[in-house]
């Protein structure tokens, strides 16, 4: 039994292991470095310098390429800098397409136009939007905060949590990711959702690990202070120890579940969570 119980578990840290790197790699697309050509492929014969400018210090390590801001906040303050000047021209364009490459959503976008619209004038804002409308022409916008929380993640938000719908004050939702060898669900929490306080009981091993998704949340063990859980943080939940975890207030949260494998495993669900302690967390 326990040789059998630490296969288990070294076979579950492998897994968990794997899916932070996938997590991550949903931020690695704003980090990855650019490799400008531009310069060199129009000009590189009729002003061999300014391409060698172009391509190697403003998309080299001096500017585009340098860490302190990622690629994403780049390509929105691009993007507002020629929409003020009123650059609306192909190289507009190659910036749209760039930052949406770099992760612009279709919601940013249009957020960002209109702001711009009362600094850069009107009439760069609806030119802007033309535009933008060309590069993200294949996206359909969400009709709800669910449907948008999901394009945001890599697992489904799966079907309604009515089984222990009880224990939780607001929607949850479950969607199992492996249900062999290693057993895990993508648990997803409405804002504001959250579990009743309860204890992963077990005599020898067990407890659970959570791995957070996308969004925001919160977790809490009793007498200690909440906390909070991003895209590929690791919270460690040790068996016996009363706590609870979920959403923030301001937006839809994600995070996978491990029951970890252990002797005379059982869960005890608790009191809710209540509005008063809730709402100390910011």
């Not at 022409?137 to 697992?155: C, L, P």
């Amino acid at each position: 039994m326990k040789t059998t119980v630490n296969i288990l578990k070294i076979k579950t840290v492998l897994i968990i292991c794997t899916i932070i790197s996938i997590i991550n790699s949903q931020n690695v697309l704003a980090q990855e470095k650019i490799n400008q050509t531009a310069g060199h492929n129009v000009l590189g014969k009729f002003a061999p310098q300014f391409a060698e400018l172009n391509d190697k210090v403003l998309f080299g390590e001096d500017v585009w390429n340098d860490s302190t801001l990622n690629l994403h906040d780049r390509s929105m303050i691009t993007i507002s800098i020629l929409m003020g000047k009123g650059m609306l021209d192909s190289s507009f364009k190659s910036h749209l397409e760039l930052g949406k490459k770099h992760g612009i959503t279709r919601k940013e976008i249009v957020a960002l136009i209109t702001q711009g619209a009362f600094y850069a004038g009107w009439p760069n804002a609806w030119a802007a939007f033309r535009i933008a409308k060309e590069v993200w022409t294949d996206e359909t916008e969400a009709a709800t905060d669910k449907e948008r929380f999901q394009q945001e993640m890599i697992f489904p938000i799966g079907e309604p949590n009515t089984a222990y719908a009880k224990y939780f004050i607001g929607n949850s939702y479950l969607a199992p990711v492996s249900t062999e060898q290693v057993k895990f669900t993508n648990v997803t929490f409405e804002p504001r959702c959250r579990n009743n306080w309860h204890i992963h009981h077990a005599t020898k091993g067990g407890g659970q690990m959570l791995v957070g998704v996308a969004g925001r949340g919160w977790y809490q063990e009793e007498e200690k202070p909440a906390q909070e859980i991003l895209p590929g943080t690791v919270i460690h939940i040790p068996a016996n120890v009363k706590h609870w975890h979920g959403a923030a207030a301001d937006g839809w949260f994600a995070h996978l579940a491990f029951e970890l494998p252990g002797e005379n495993t059982s869960n005890e669900w608790l009191e809710p969570v209540t509005d008063e302690e809730y709402n100390k967390l910011k």
